[in-house]
């Protein structure tokens, strides 16, 4: 089992609509998560990171599940420009391991 | 603030050809890394430090070393290129935080072509 998952997609969604993904992870002593948008050819962006307690900026939502070891992205009143890849990423107690998963493509459609 | 800073951004390479990717941060960022991304296959680490002096391994070293002189600066020397070096790098920096990392802070990349 990959330490951290994400559905590949893509998510394929009309302008205004609003999207989840999720992100599991397998180690239960992942201690930071992170979500980055990486658009085509480009490098990785930090998005936001993601608190235990959830955490919202504009129309980004992030949430942690510790209990069922996943994060998760919630996108409302997707705009074109959100179209990009959702990297979620996990880093260890202890370490400087920052463990990637390998993105889910959203693709917002007019 | 430039943040991480990646040249070149593009470098055609000969097999068996040597070359330097050059890094370098302006934010005190103690961990410094480098990463391949190749495609379907997400990040993969190859080499990381987390201080002047201090390097190690990650997912995928062979064919490349490292060094860490400074706080700043952080090269990727390949040795021997082959096509299967063929890739996008990135390096990426972060300074330690209590309770948890911080997140990675990327260069723009380098986009790598071994014929």
């Known amino acids: 089992r990959k330490e951290v998952e994400q559905d590949p997609g893509p998510f394929n969604v009309p302008e205004g609509a609003t999207v989840a993904f999720n992100c599991t992870y397998s180690n239960s002593a992942s201690q930071s998560f992170f979500w980055y948008r990486q658009d085509c050819r480009k490098e990785p962006k930090l998005l936001m990171s993601?608190?235990?307690s959830g955490n919202e900026d504009g129309r980004f939502t992030a949430q942690l599940n510790r209990a069922s070891q996943y994060i998760s992205l919630l996108i409302r009143d997707s705009k074109l420009s959100d179209s990009a890849t959702y990297l979620c990423v996990v880093t260890m107690t202890g370490t400087y391991k920052y463990i990637f998963g390998t993105g889910t493509r959203l693709k917002v459609l007019a | 603030n430039a943040g991480v800073t990646q040249t070149p951004k593009f470098q055609v390479l000969k097999t068996g050809q040597s070359m330097t990717l050059q890094c370098a941060q302006d934010m005190n960022h103690e961990y410094m890394s480098w990463y391949r991304q190749d495609p379907g296959m997400g990040l993969r680490l190859i080499h990381y430090s987390v201080g002047a002096g201090i390097t190690d391994q990650g997912e995928v070293p062979n064919g490349y070393n490292v060094s860490r002189s400074t706080t700043e600066d952080f090269p990727l020397r390949l040795l021997s290129a082959a096509p299967s070096q063929t890739s996008v790098y990135f390096c990426?920096?972060?300074?330690?935080?209590?309770?948890?990392?911080?997140?990675?802070?990327f260069g723009n990349g380098t986009r790598l072509t071994v014929t």
């Open positions: 993601v608190y235990s």
């Open positions: 990426a920096s972060s300074k330690p935080r209590q309770g948890g990392n911080s997140p990675l802070h």
